[in-house]
Nanobody, 114 residues
Framework: VQLVESGGGLVQPGGSLRLSCAAS????????MAWYRQAPGKERELVAR???????NYADSVKGRFTISRANAKNTVYLQMNSLKPEDTAVYYC?????????WGQGTQVTVSS
């Protein structure tokens, strides 16, 4: 099983980006999917998570600006990021529970700078 992220890049403050993460391989079903991020010198932190039924949770720092969604038929999770701030700069990682294991993507860099 592989998780492949895409959509990162450089954006100005106030701008938007949409991250995608597609799971491939021998998959029967995917459980909770999530996005984490890790900024330089900081620990990896949870950004948002979504259950199979669509229930979501967000870090306080991104509530109202980021939206997580998933397309179960495509084994894909998305993160729509609006009103980006310089402090959102980090490597963003996709995470998924695919029983009985958990998987991480390779990470995609998001840089918010003028």
């Amino acid at each position: 099983v592989q998780l492949v992220e895409s959509g990162g890049g450089l954006v100005q403050p106030g701008g938007s980006l949409r991250l995608s993460c597609a799971a491939s391989g021998s998959i029967f079903s995917i459980g909770v999917m999530a996005w984490y991020r890790q900024a330089p010198g900081k620990e990896r932190e949870l950004v948002a998570r979504i259950t199979t039924s669509g229930n979501t949770n967000y870090a306080d720092s991104v509530k109202g600006r980021f939206t997580i969604s998933r397309a179960n038929a495509k084994n894909t999770v998305y993160l729509q990021m609006n009103s980006l701030k310089p402090e959102d700069t980090a490597v963003y990682y996709c995470h998924a529970y695919i029983s009985p294991f958990e998987y991480w993507g390779q990470g995609t860099q998001v840089t918010v700078s003028s």
